[in-house]
């Protein structure tokens, strides 16, 4: 994914100091990325999860999978 894709679509996380303890949700919605990213987890399927949750959209999920990624990409430090 090319920069100005990832940052669009990273714009679908929003952080709001009174919404879900300031943990970071789907467009502003009461959809906590690490909800999202639980169903996919449990074996849900993208189209279950809009079935079921029918104010998300695709671009969501990937959202929500694009920040996750960002959130695991640094360094682990070990002790020797």
């Given at each position: 994914m090319n920069e100005p894709s990832r940052l669009?679509?990273?714009?679908?996380?929003?952080?709001?100091?009174?919404?879900?303890?300031?943990r970071p949700c789907i467009r502003g919605q009461?959809?906590?990325?690490?909800?999202?990213?639980?169903?996919?987890?449990?074996g849900a399927s993208v189209e279950e999860i809009l079935e079921d949750?029918?104010?998300?959209?695709?671009?969501?999920?990937?959202?929500?999978?694009a920040y996750a990624s960002l959130q695991t990409d640094h360094i682990v430090l070990q002790a020797s």
């Open positions: 669009k679509i990273l714009a679908r996380i929003t952080v709001e100091a009174g919404k879900c303890g300031g009461r959809m906590r990325v690490s909800d999202l990213l639980e169903l996919l987890g449990a949750y029918p104010y998300l959209e695709r671009e969501d999920i990937l959202a929500a999978i």
